[in-house]
């Protein structure tokens, strides 16, 4: 059983960076067909976000393009994304997810982005 464990999230101004990661056990990260992140703002729908595949291609919601980065740490079984020019719409709880022969997922965390 696949089980993700994230971290990362917090508080950060508008403009500032943050770097989630989400910490796989239970799998070797190669095994796993596509990892990334879904984020969800109070009273919206869950969003997909970012996501990377096994073969190491990324791709990243409109939103978020062109300020974020996801990768994959090997050594350390890990994804991260890392998100720049923090935007308020960028506050969420962000959920790591992993997709296996099921989608798999983290606890979720916040990430707020004061003005």
């Known amino acids: 059983q696949v089980q993700l464990v994230e971290s990362g999230g917090g508080l950060v101004q508008a403009g500032g960076s943050l770097r989630l990661s989400c910490a796989v056990s239970g799998r070797d990260i190669f095994s796993i067909s596509s990892m990334g992140w879904y984020r969800q703002a109070p009273g919206k729908q869950r969003e997909w976000v970012a996501g990377i595949a096994n073969s190491g291609t990324t791709n990243y919601a409109d939103s978020v393009k062109g300020r974020s980065t996801i990768s994959r740490d090997n050594a350390k079984n890990t994804v991260l994304l890392e998100m720049n020019r923090l935007k308020p719409e960028d506050t969420a709880v962000y959920y790591c997810?992993?997709?296996?022969?099921?989608?798999?997922w983290g606890q979720g965390m916040q990430v707020t982005v004061s003005s």
């Open positions: 997810y992993a997709r296996t022969y099921e989608i798999n």
